[in-house]
């Protein structure tokens, strides 16, 4: 589970300001459906750029390994909690706590840290 909380600790942290508008997603709905299109596509070139430049230089290999499954035929992910980061300006950095679900034919793995 360490991998996971470090993917947590990691993910990109200038993400774009919310926008005030209902309806418009934010850089955290963004981001997290970039997730879910790499993780559907099984493509493990797109993670290191959903990665802060600070992170483990191995942590989007290893994210690959244990997200990216044979088969995969749909992925949520759901953001869970959202604080500010600390050290960044208001609204521009955030510490998130998030759910994946990945399904593979009749199988699904969720993935809570």
């Given at each position: 589970m360490r991998w996971l909380l470090a993917?947590?600790?990691?993910?990109?942290?200038?993400?774009?300001?919310?926008t005030a508008a209902q309806g418009t997603p934010d850089g955290v709905s963004l981001l997290l459906g970039r997730l879910e299109r790499a993780l559907l596509?099984?493509?493990?070139?797109?993670?290191p750029a959903l990665l802060s430049p600070n992170a483990a230089p191995?942590?989007?290999?290893?994210l690959a390994t244990k997200l990216m499954l044979t088969g995969t035929t749909r992925v949520v992910a759901r953001e869970r909690e959202r604080?500010?980061?600390?050290?960044?300006?208001?609204g521009d950095g955030f510490r998130l706590v998030t759910e994946v679900m990945v399904e593979t034919g009749q199988a699904a793995h969720i993935v809570t840290p």
């Amino acid at each position: 589970m360490r991998w996971l909380l470090a993917l947590v600790a990691c993910l990109w942290v200038a993400i774009p300001r919310p926008t005030a508008a209902q309806g418009t997603p934010d850089g955290v709905s963004l981001l997290l459906g970039r997730l879910e299109r790499a993780l559907l596509a099984a493509d493990p070139s797109q993670l290191p750029a959903l990665l802060s430049p600070n992170a483990a230089p191995d942590l989007a290999e290893r994210l690959a390994t244990k997200l990216m499954l044979t088969g995969t035929t749909r992925v949520v992910a759901r953001e869970r909690e959202r604080a500010s980061l600390d050290g960044a300006l208001p609204g521009d950095g955030f510490r998130l706590v998030t759910e994946v679900m990945v399904e593979t034919g009749q199988a699904a793995h969720i993935v809570t840290p």
